[in-house]
Structure formats: C-alpha cells, structure tokens
C-alpha cells in the first residue's frame, strides 16, 4: 500500500474528505516525489478538491488522493539505509544448500547468516553460482585464523572448494561479509563465527576472494557431513 492510498483511505473515512495542514501536505508530496523511480506521468496524481483560503490554523479543504496505474507500491519504493532482508532458508539434514537470486544490482554488499549444527566440528565451504551453475574454479583465496583457549590456528589456501566458517555438533553461528558478487569484479569477503566443544569456545575467522572478475548471483554453502539449521540472506541497502 503506498502513502497515497493510506492517506486517501483514511479520507474516505472521514466522510470524504480530511483537513490536512498545508505543511504537511508538502512534505507527504515531497517525500513521494523522492522515492526512487517516481515518474508523476507514470504513476501518481493529487488532486485537491473545493479548496478554501487558509484558516487561522493553516488548514486547506477536503484533500482527495487519486492513485492511477503504475503507481509504486511499497516494494517497489526505496528502502531505508541498512540490511534488508532477501531470503532465509530452513533444512534439516542437508550436506549443501544452494541459494540462487540472491544478489543482483539492487545491492553491491550482502550479509550471510549462518545457525547450524552438524554431527561434530566441521568446516563449511562455498561456491559463488551465477544462472544455477555453480563456480568449481580453483580461483578461491582462503585464509583462516583461529583460536581456542590453548591453541592458535592459521592456515592460507588456493582453493576451488573455501571455507567460510566452522560449525559444532551444538548451534553455531557464522556471519559473513560478501562485497560485489553481482558486480563483474572479484568477490571479497569476510566472516567470523564460533562453536562449542566441552564448554571450550572456539573462534574461527576466515578472509577469502574469488580472484577472477565475474558477475554472480547466488551461492551454495556446503558440508563434509549433514547440517540443520537455517540460512539467512541480507542486502546493504544505500536508501533513496
């Protein structure tokens, strides 16, 4: 529903009409008039019926909102800046699971999250797909810190199979960075998560690129063993 229609729907039900301030009536028109993609030819009309001269409250007469074909409804406006939620996805017992339609222009940067357990400790690997066909090219950069409370672990790799996180037999979590998989460039990104094992928290941290510049716009997520849990999808949006 857009502002136009609340607003004209809340003046159906004030018997046809509804005092706005003249004020306020501006910056409602405004506001629309900056939402992305707004064209007035194509999209929304106002029209302002049996107006009077303004009365000692700024006041202006019956307002009536007309909404014509091709106006932007809610999904289509800009959104706020921040994360936007674009898909999750639930499995139970599952050894990949593949996310397609995930990236696309609307968004150079997105947010991976990641709430799973698996049998033991594992790490979880991906590929970037681009039309449902998944990227097996040894063109993947990992590089891995870790640490325990006695140990240290490191690791770098050149890889057709990276990891981004490392998941326990109880719930863990991984959060990923992933910037310009859609954009024709390399892809970058970088996560951090933890699991458990015999109350011992275990941090892992992985850095990782595909080095080659192409354009990508889903991602499949993988295990040496089955997962459950769930897998969450988000896009930066810059706002209008």
């Known amino acids: 529903m857009t502002k136009a229609r609340e607003l004209a729907d809340l003046a159906g039900s004030s018997g046809g009409g509804i005092d706005v301030e003249a004020e306020r009536l501006n910056q409602v028109i405004q506001s629309i008039e900056g939402a992305e993609g707004f064209d007035w030819s194509a999209g929304m009309a106002f029209d302002v019926v049996d107006e009077v001269p303004l009365d000692s ?18 999904s289509e406006a800009a959104p706020a800046p921040g994360l936007v939620h674009i898909e999750t996805r639930e499995f139970s017992n599952e050894s ?31 590929q970037l797909r ?15 810190f870790g640490a325990n409370n006695s ?8 890889t057709s ?3 981004f996180g490392d998941i326990g037999a109880g719930i863990s979590l991984v959060v990923c960075e ?18 458990n094992t015999d109350s011992i928290v275990h941090a892992m941290n992985y850095y990782g690129s595909h080095e080659t510049a192409a354009s990508f716009d889903g991602i499949k997520i993988f295990i040496a063993s089955p997962m459950t849990g769930s897998v969450s999808v988000y896009g930066y949006s810059k706002g209008a």
């Open 96 to 126: 990949s699971v593949a996310l397609d339609n995930v990236f696309s222009s609307k968004y150079d940067n997105y947010r991976l999250m990641l709430r799973a357990a698996s049998d033991s400790n594992r790490s979880v690997q991906y």
């Open 151 to 158: 140990n240290i672990l490191t690791n770098q790799m050149n």
């Open 178 to 195: 992933i910037s310009g998989p859609f954009l024709p460039q390399t892809t970058s990104l970088v996560s951090s998560g933890n699991y």
């Open 57 to 74: 409250d700024g006041a202006v007469g019956d307002v009536v909102f007309v909404t014509q074909p091709g106006a932007l409804s809610e």
């Open 130 to 144: 681009a039309s449902g066909v998944t990227n097996q090219e040894s063109t993947y950069r990992q590089q891995r």
């Open 161 to 163: 199979t990276p990891a």
